[in-house]
């Protein structure tokens, strides 16, 4: 019998230091955050939501038989008003926010080795500590795309580069730079800068990854874990199904529970009067290296489909951390600790595949995988990135490996007709360099997500962390800064690579798409070019460009 020491034991002590360091700057932070920026926010909008509301108005008096539909554009000029309070309420309820220092330790590592490097988690990213909801009000956001905006009309491009311009050209970005701005609603490209040219994109790749597995899998769809049992013998497996969210924690959080698998298991085998048992386990599914192509890393574990807390060694549940060595025999381990707590004596022996006529004892579902996208999405996830990958690659036929996974997003993007040429894919969380996307296609992704033909692709947006609020985004805008709760975008940053897109509304209402991609940025910039990106998207807050 293996016995390993309870991750519980060796999970309290940064807990409970991280919880006490964590929740009281946090909550001052927000509580001094919001009052200045509800106010800044409503009195930007408020014209933009007067306009709104009189349009309604007179709509509503010139009854035409059409049924009237609130547009995205006015829904969100609207809630913008709205949405720093609302933001500010939902951190203050979520608890304290994990401070992983990730940013600084993965700078480091990255500029100690020459061509490689790590993805940008950003500082103080989590994961609330409620149950987890894929995105029930996205519908609501962002329906009626189809109808009259009512909301002001799109930017001037002329007038959008004149104020573009001096942050995505600036020095601090290095010689190669790219751009794309999109009205969401009719497509239209309204400023642009290489759009079309490939560069590497960090871990914006997570949009296009999140984009295919929603597209291929679907929103609604779960992850199995199961236990199996060889008929006519007392052989358990445990068959890892690609949950990288299955957890061992008392508190779940909404996902997955290894513990609940132990209950239901213990229960079926006291129904066959089993009361002890040989328990291996299954890792089958995937194909191919396990490690990634960046090395050992304490940004992504050993990919693999079975694994608990996604194979960390402290109580994080984001960002940077140690990670067990072998993420699927720490997982079995840890499952028969639990089944001996239940009264089942247990051996392990190790990796066995499960028999064909295996029967299933028990079996765990991980949140719908729209959850699990906006989790990866905001935390800029790694280790989801590479699993939502892979069951893409299962589900288009590809192998599922690394590989596979990046043919596969590819293949799976193309149905949508999005521009792909000169794009390249290298694995699904842009932690590879050799991943080349442009800013067209993450522009084309991001209306896409959006487009009345696509509600299953609405978790890519909702899931993109809040500007000044939640994941990667919580301290990137000060609490004065423009943009703040308006802003939602995907960060991205490997050594000498700083990115950024998502969706932002301007001071006319209109709801634009945009990506900032620059390479070649020299390291001692990294910051300043950081400040750039983020400028630009706040002058698109304020733009009333017309």
Not at 2 to 17: C, N
Not at 150 to 160: C, E, N, Q, R
Not at 224 to 241: I, N, Q
Request: hydrophobic share 40%.
């Amino acid at each position: 019998m293996v016995v390993r020491e309870p991750k519980v034991w060796r999970a309290a002590r940064p807990r409970v230091v991280r919880v006490v360091h964590g929740v009281k700057p946090g909550i001052a932070r927000v509580t001094r955050a919001v009052k200045p920026g509800a106010a800044r926010v409503a009195q930007a909008v408020k014209p933009g939501v007067v306009r709104v509301t009189s349009a309604v108005t007179a709509r509503s008096s010139q009854l035409t038989g059409r049924a009237k539909k609130l547009t995205t554009l006015q829904f969100t000029a609207g809630a913008a008003t709205l949405g720093l309070v609302f933001s500010a309420g939902a951190v203050a309820a979520a608890g304290p926010w994990d401070s992983s220092g990730q940013r600084t330790a993965e700078r480091d590592w990255a500029a100690s080795r020459e061509g490689q490097g790590g993805a940008d988690h950003g500082r103080g990213s989590g994961t609330a500590a409620g149950a987890p909801k894929p995105a029930p009000s996205a519908p609501a956001v962002l329906a009626g795309l189809g109808g009259t905006s009512g909301a002001g009309s799109a930017p001037d491009s002329a007038a959008l580069a004149a104020l573009l311009d001096p942050f995505l050209k600036s020095p601090v970005l290095g010689p190669r730079r790219a751009a794309s701005v999109v009205d969401v609603e009719t497509g239209e490209q309204l400023y642009s800068q290489n759009a079309d040219e490939a560069l590497t994109p960090a871990s914006t790749t997570k949009i296009a990854t999140a984009v295919a597995a929603l597209s291929a899998v679907g929103p609604d769809h779960r992850i199995e874990t199961r236990t199996v049992l060889d008929p006519d013998s007392a052989e358990v497996v445990l068959v890892g199904g690609g949950d990288p969210t299955l957890t061992a924690h008392k508190d779940t959080g909404g996902y997955a529970s290894l513990r609940t698998l132990a209950d239901r298991t213990a229960d079926a085998l006291d129904r066959r009067h089993l009361k002890e048992i040989t328990l291996t386990h299954d890792v089958s599914l995937y194909e191919g290296p396990e490690q990634h192509t960046i090395g050992p890393n304490g940004n992504l574990a050993l990919v693999v489909p079975l694994m608990v807390d996604e194979a960390r060694l402290d109580d994080s549940s984001s960002g940077s951390a140690d990670r067990d060595p072998d993420p699927a025999g720490d997982a079995t381990a840890e499952f028969a600790g639990l089944l001996e707590d239940r009264g089942i004596k247990v051996r392990t022996e190790g990796d066995a595949g499960a028999p064909k006529n295996a029967k299933e004892l028990a079996a765990v579902s991980s949140p719908p995988l729209a959850t699990l996208v906006e989790r990866m999405l905001t935390n800029s996830d790694n280790d989801i990135a590479e699993a939502l990958a892979r069951h893409v690659a299962l589900a288009t036929g590809e192998q599922p490996s690394f590989e596979g996974g990046a043919a596969a997003i590819k293949k799976e993007l193309k149905k949508l007709e999005v521009p792909l040429e000169g794009v390249e894919f290298a694995d699904g969380s842009g932690l590879s360099r050799g991943n080349a996307l442009t800013p067209a296609l993450l522009t084309a992704l991001l209306a896409e997500s959006a487009a009345p033909g696509h509600p299953e692709l609405r978790p890519v947006l909702t899931g993109l962390p809040v500007a000044g609020f939640t994941g990667t985004l919580r301290t990137r805008y000060t609490s004065d800064a423009t943009g703040t709760g308006i802003v939602r975008a995907k960060t991205g940053t490997l050594s000498n690579v700083n990115t950024l897109a998502g969706t932002v509304v301007d001071a006319d209402g209109r709801l634009l798409a945009f990506a900032f991609l620059a390479t070649e940025t020299p390291l001692e910039n990294t910051d300043p070019a950081k400040k750039a990106l983020t400028d630009a998207t706040s002058t698109l807050a304020t733009c009333g460009c017309r």
